[in-house]
Nanobody, 116 residues
Framework: QVPLLESGGGLVQAGGSLRLSCAAS????????MGWYRQAPGKRLEFVAR???????RYTTFAKGRFTISRDNAKNELYLQMNSLTPEDTAVYYC??????????WGQGTQVTVSS
């Protein structure tokens, strides 16, 4: 099983919506906080949102009010509903567990492209 597999990206017009999914291995997902990150061309990886195993959520400023993170603990899946997208949201989006130690690996990510 691939430890992390992101999907759901694509090309969308500004103002549109996308729903990203992340299928994670049980060892990564179970009992861990999970997060979404993104990396735009020429920029550093940045945090987008996180969710605890019990559903407590936190968002970075640009995501608050537009993005919704959720998880299905029975399926080991993480989601990111993104609304009101802008060209500045164009990036590769990644998911990963948030633990006390840095991640040992990343998935391939899913490309989100927002046209103006």
């Amino acid at each position: 099983q691939v430890p992390l597999l992101e999907s759901g990206g694509g090309l969308v017009q500004a103002g549109g919506s996308l729903r990203l999914s992340c299928a994670a291995s049980e060892s990564i997902f179970k009992n861990n906080d999970m997060g979404w990150y993104r990396q735009a061309p020429g920029k550093r990886l940045e945090f987008v949102a996180r969710i605890s195993s019990s559903g407590y959520t936190r968002y970075t400023t640009f995501a608050k009010g537009r993005f919704t993170i959720s998880r299905d603990n029975a399926k080991n899946e993480l989601y990111l509903q993104m609304n009101s997208l802008t060209p500045e949201d164009t990036a590769v989006y990644y998911c990963n567990a948030i633990t006390s130690t840095p991640p040992t690996g990343w998935g391939q990510g899913t490309q989100v492209t927002v046209s103006s």
